[in-house]
C-alpha cells in the first residue's frame, strides 16, 4: 500500500521535474541570448562614440553617416530577437520577459543614440517596435512600455558623454546646448511616468546628474567667454590655435625635445 | 519625445494602473476566503478525529466559492498574459492548494492532483493562458501542507490520536522523495523544500516517541512482514 502511494507520487513528480526544467532551460537561453543582446548593443554605442568624436575633433558636422554605419551594425541584433521569437510566443512572452529585459534595454538605448545623432529626435515607441518587426509587418518581439521608457532613459546618459567631447571643440558649444535642451525635455516627459514604472525614478536621478555635468560645463564655458569678452568665433580661434600649438609641442615632447616648452607660452 | 507617442503611453499606462486595480479588488475577495479557510482549518489542531468531518465540511464551501473571484480575475487578464499579473494573486492561490490538499489528505490520506485541484478552485480549461494552476504554486501549497502535518503529528498525539502521527509520518515521507526529484533553482521553493527537513525531523520524532512506548498499532507493511514471519507462524 505504502508502496503503490510512494510510486503513484513519484511519478507525478517526474512530470514536474521535466516541466520545470523545460522552463529552467529555456530560461537560461535566453537570457545567454539577452546577455549577448547587451554585449553587442554595447558595442554600437562605443562605435558611435569613437566616430561622434572623430567627426567632431575633425571639425565635421554630418553625423547621419555615423548614423548609418550604427544601424547597419544593430541589423545583427535586430537578428538575436528574430532568433528568439520561437521561444516567447503564447504566453511565454510575459513568463520570460524579466529574462529578456536587460538585453531589450540596452538595444534600445543604442538605437536610440543611432537615431538622435540621425534626426536630433527622441526615437519613438512605435519606431522601436517596427525595429522589431518582420517584412511583412509581423510583430516578433512585442515591446512592453515598461522597456522602452527604461531604454530610452539610459540614452541621456550616452549624451551627456558626447556633450562633454563636443563642447570642447569648434562648434561644440552649440552642439552642447543642444544635447542638454534635449536631456531637459527628455526629463520634464518621462517625470510624470515615473509613478507608473518600477525602476524609473532611480533612471531619472541618473538623468538628473548627467544633465547637471552637462550644464556645469556649459556655464565653466559661458563664465570664460564673458571674461575674455570677444565673439564667439573669436574664441574659437584662439583655442584651436593653442590646441595646434600645444599639439606640436606634444609631439616635440615625444622627440625627447624639451626645449620645445617655451613655445607653449608666445 | 513625440506627442502623438506620449499621448499613446499615457493612455496604455492609464489602462493598465485600471486593470492592475480591478484584478487587486478581486485578489483582496479571493484573500478574505482563503484566510478564513486558513483560520478554520487551525480547529485541525484541537478536533478529535471523529469530529474531523465537521471541520472539513465547513471549509469545503470556503474552498469552492474561491472560484468566484478566480473568475472574475481570468476575465480581466489579457489573452497570453498571465505571467504578466500572476504575481498578484499567487500568494493566495498557493494558499488555496493548501487548503484543498489539506483536506484532500485529511479526508482520503491521499496527495491531491494538479488537476483535482483545479477543478476544486473552479478553474477552467479554456481560462489556459489567462489563468491557471501552475506546477509552482501548487508544490509551494504541498509545502505549506507538510508545514502544517508536522504541528497536527504533535497536536494529534496530545488529543490520543496516536494513528495521524504514523498516517502523516508515511505521506510525507512520499512528498519529500518526490520533491527531491526535482532540480530545483536556487529560489524560493529551494528554499522551502530545504525547510521540508525540519518539518521531517520532527515528525520523525514524534513517531519515534510513539513507536517506543507502543502507542500505536504497527504500520500495515510492518505489521504484513510480522505476520508472515516465521516466529509468528510458529505461534
Known sequence: ?266 | MDPDDLATINTALDADVDRREKIKDQVNELDKTTRSMVGVLNKIHSTPENEMVSVIRSVRPLLESCSIALEAIANLVPQHQFWRWRDMWCHSLRTAVFSAALLEFLEKGKLISVAHTSEILGIKPEWNERLYLQVEDYLHGLISVVNELSRLAVNSVTMGDFDQPIRISMFVKDLFAGFSMLNLKNNDLRRRFDSLKYDIKKIEEVVYDISLRRLAPLPPSASEEMETSPERRKN
Open chain 1, 1 to 266: 500500500m505504502a508502496n503503490t502511494n510512494r510510486d503513484a507520487v513519484l511519478k507525478v513528480f517526474d512530470g514536474f521535474r521535466v516541466e520545470l526544467d523545460e522552463y529552467n532551460d529555456r530560461r537560461e537561453r535566453l537570457i545567454k541570448v539577452s546577455r549577448d543582446i547587451t554585449n553587442a548593443s554595447k558595442k554600437v554605442i562605443f562605435l558611435l562614440h569613437r566616430l561622434a568624436t572623430a567627426k567632431i575633433e575633425s571639425g565635421g558636422t554630418d553625423f547621419k553617416s555615423i548614423a548609418k554605419q550604427g544601424r547597419d551594425k544593430l541589423i545583427e541584433i535586430q537578428a538575436l530577437f528574430a532568433s528568439i521569437r520561437g521561444e516567447l510566443d503564447g504566453e511565454r512572452f510575459w513568463s520570460f520577459q524579466r529574462a529578456v529585459s536587460p538585453g531589450l534595454q540596452e538595444y534600445i538605448e543604442a538605437l536610440s543614440f543611432v537615431h538622435y545623432l540621425e534626426s536630433g529626435r527622441l526615437v519613438t515607441f512605435r519606431e522601436v517596435q517596427a525595429s522589431l518587426t518582420d517584412e511583412s509587418g509581423i510583430v516578433y518581439f512585442p515591446l512592453p512600455l515598461d522597456d522602452y521608457l527604461l531604454g530610452v532613459s539610459d540614452l541621456t546618459g550616452e549624451l551627456m558623454r558626447y556633450a562633454i567631447v563636443a563642447i570642447s571643440h569648434r562648434g561644440g558649444r552649440n552642439k552642447a546646448k543642444e544635447v542638454c535642451d534635449f536631456v531637459r525635455n527628455c526629463k520634464a516627459d518621462f517625470e510624470r511616468f515615473t509613478p507608473f514604472v518600477k525602476f524609473l525614478s532611480k533612471k531619472q536621478a541618473v538623468t538628473s546628474q548627467s544633465l547637471e555635468k552637462i550644464e556645469a560645463a556649459a556655464y565653466t564655458i559661458a563664465i570664460r567667454r564673458s571674461e575674455y569678452g570677444a565673439s564667439a568665433e573669436a574664441l574659437e580661434d584662439l583655442v584651436s590655435g593653442y590646441e595646434s600649438s600645444s599639439g606640436m609641442e606634444r609631439q616635440g615632447r615625444g622627440r625627447g625635445d624639451v626645449e620645445g616648452d617655451d613655445d607653449m607660452f608666445p
